[in-house]
């Protein structure tokens, strides 16, 4: 354990990538495999999930350090973070913590599952006085699931290819899917052999960079693959040994949510791998994303929900025919194996290719992004028609290239502290627009200030609050500032009737008094533009 408290002490203390690097490869240089394979599962994001109530982890951690409960919420409030307060108003015992990662993973925190609550003060409060400094702060944050350390995925894979000699492609496709953290496993990562890829598994994930310049600039169009940038669920389909796996960027395997898709599916031939976008379909058209949430999270769907929101998958590369990996083939060599894919499934099947635009000039591409909401569509992706199919975002062959956000004028009317860096600062602000005389709830917005703005909001919510509804303030109306957000519809769960996408402030606009704010008719205008 306090190998790994120290790790995370080295890659928090360094901005350099060489440095972030080396200090994963020399841990996972000395690290026992079992150690090293929990070790690898933090990493790359996977957390345990919460065993305790956080409403016990804070009266236990309180009689645990000798302080009243409101003093431990004011510490809290404080420092921002549940697991830094624990670990800072508990005094160090005089145990040691010689066991691995594995064995305080195994041992102290997920055997708490089978524990009595009882039984799991007894044993939380034993392991913070075996714990002490890095150590119980990294365990604490493990307990609260909210681990996070200042290393990507694509470091985690280019060291584990250094200790190992393997290639880092090999690598990140053997972290896809589903596994589970143990020595055998650990040992299989970084085994020579790399003919061992599971047949369910999918393919490491091709990132597109946001186009920051004009397009122009990308040379002859000729040379590029324009399509839609839909928004939905990216997701591999995967068809081998006779079964079909539906896979999402963020490698959750969704096999089972869409059997409109798997039905379709079984048409493939065994050996196919293609890449492409989940969408709630209807009447040859997209339904907004919120339509296909309803879908998302449900692990059987029913017949009902199936008739309201029906899903299609739009295809737009192909990663593996007849079983072998073609992603070293151009995109252009890929799509005709994907049109071809396509094309032999039932007509009006839940699979179908997503449409390759016809744009002579650049400024016939900057006209059909325009239409892009039109077809609920978040802007356009651009493809070098010579592109192989990489790993991550590398490169600058794939552009994604977003609409202009939609802005909305509204008036700060409650905040909130934040956590972690913030924490201590009002920095989770809900703002309202006018319905008439009223201000109506509209959006929460976390970001988009920058530090001499946030404190110069934070000094107004304190000497403005009106009233106190536990962490959150009511302030007085006066605070305008411009949101954006890249979509809007109706929302019977909403005050306003209206709910936003992606919100996010664009500036302050202290040019303007609250009652410039926008109304709810001007912003309900958005709904038909």
């Known amino acids: 354990m306090n190998a790994f408290a120290m790790l995370f002490e080295r890659l928090d203390a360094s901005t350099a990538t060489s440095d972030k690097t080396a200090a994963l490869v020399a841990y996972f240089r000395e690290a026992p495999a079992a150690d090293a394979a929990w070790a690898v599962a933090f990493l790359v994001g996977r957390r345990p999930k919460r065993l305790v109530k956080t409403v016990d982890l804070r009266a236990w951690a309180g009689d645990a350090a000798g302080v009243p409960p409101w003093l431990f919420e004011a510490c809290y409030e404080q420092a921002g973070d549940l697991a830094e307060t624990i670990s800072l108003l508990i005094p160090d015992g005089t145990a040691t913590a010689g066991e691995g990662l594995a064995w305080w993973v195994e041992q102290r925190l997920l055997a708490l599952s089978s524990l009595t609550p009882a039984e799991q003060r007894t044993q939380l409060v034993d392991t913070w006085s075996a714990l002490g400094g890095t150590a119980r702060f990294v365990f604490n944050k493990l307990l609260t699931g909210v681990f996070r350390v200042g290393a990507s995925e694509g470091l985690v894979v280019r060291a584990l290819a250094q200790v190992s000699g393997i290639n880092p492609e090999t690598v990140a496709h053997r972290l896809m899917g589903q596994w589970e953290p143990s020595a055998e496993w650990y040992r299989q990562l970084i085994g020579a052999d790399t ?75 065994d050996g196919t791998v293609l890449d492409g976008e989940l969408l709630a379909w209807r009447d040859h058209a997209p339904l907004p994303f919120t339509e296909l949430q309803r879908r998302i999270n449900r692990k059987t769907v029913g017949k009902k929900l199936l008739s309201d929101v029906p899903c299609r998958l739009l295809v737009y590369d192909c990663l593996e025919a007849h079983g072998a990996d073609v992603r070293a083939e151009s995109l252009r060599h890929r799509r005709t194996r994907a049109e071809a894919l396509v094309a032999a499934l039932p007509s009006g099947a839940a699979i179908g290719l997503s449409p390759v635009l016809n744009v002579a000039t650049w400024d016939d591409a900057v006209a059909t992004r325009a239409r892009a909401r039109e077809t609920n569509a978040e802007g356009l992706m651009l493809k070098r028609s010579s592109s192989g199919y990489g790993v991550g975002r590398r490169g600058s062959d794939w552009y994604k290239w977003k609409v202009n956000p939609l802005t909305v004028d509204a008036v700060l009317v409650y905040a909130q502290a934040g956590h972690g860096r913030r924490a201590g600062l009002y920095t989770d602000y809900t703002f309202a627009i006018w319905d008439g005389e009223t201000l109506v709830p509209f959006a929460k917005a976390y970001s988009g200030l920058t530090d001499a703005e946030i404190r110069q909001v934070d000094r107004f919510v304190r000497n403005n609050t009106l009233e106190k509804f536990g962490p959150v303030r009511t302030v007085k109306p006066e605070l305008v500032f411009e949101l954006a957000f890249e979509g809007i519809q109706r929302s019977t769960r909403h005050k306003s009737g209206i709910a936003v996408r992606f919100p996010r402030i664009a500036r302050w606009r202290q040019d303007k008094p609250s009652s410039e704010a926008d109304s709810l008719d001007t912003v309900r205008a958005l709904l038909h533009g």
């Open 195 to 269: 003919t061992d890829a599971d047949w369910s598994r999918p393919y490491p994930f091709f990132l597109a960079h946001p186009l920051e310049a004009e397009p122009a600039a990308l040379g002859d169009i000729s040379d590029w693959q324009v399509e839609w940038k839909w928004d939905g669920i990216r997701c591999q389909l995967v068809r081998r040994q006779g079964r079909t796996f539906l896979w999402s960027r963020g490698e959750e395997l969704l096999t089972g949510r869409f059997p409109e898709v798997e039905a379709v599916a079984e048409w493939l031939p």
